[in-house]
């Protein structure tokens, strides 16, 4: 079974950093990628950053290339969005998602599993 389970959002000044976390059950490891999306009110869930569950392959966007890290830790089955330099603009409730697919997951639809999602705000 898998499980996802967000944590870390929160409200922070615009220039400001928030590590966001996703705990994932041992069910996740049979998933090829995992990823994160952020919806903001009346828009559709957008792609951020996308990690291969094995090697260190990763995918932005590119609003966030250079301010947004992903990484995993799989001694504690976690992973991670570091987000630097937030804006405004990156207000948005933030999920974690895992996918079977072989080639880099961007789109919402090639995602199996989802967290119940984080709310990230940032003010200006």
């Known amino acids: 079974q898998v499980q996802l389970v967000e944590s870390g959002g929160g409200l922070v000044q615009a220039g400001g950093s928030l590590r966001l976390a996703c705990a994932f059950s041992e069910g996740t490891l049979s998933t090829i990628y995992m990823g994160w999306f952020r919806q903001a009110p009346g828009k559709e869930r957008e792609f951020v950053a996308v990690r291969r569950t094995t090697g260190h392959t990763t995918y932005y966007t590119n609003s966030v290339k250079g301010r947004f890290s992903i990484s995993r830790d799989n001694a504690k089955n976690t992973l991670y969005l570091q987000m630097n330099s937030l804006k405004p603009e990156d207000t948005a409730v933030y999920y974690c998602?895992?996918?079977?697919?072989?080639?880099?997951?961007?789109?919402?639809?090639?995602?199996?599993?989802w967290g119940q999602g984080t709310q990230v705000t940032v003010s200006s």
């Open positions: 998602a895992a996918s079977r697919s072989t080639n880099p997951p961007v789109r919402a639809n090639e995602y199996l599993y």
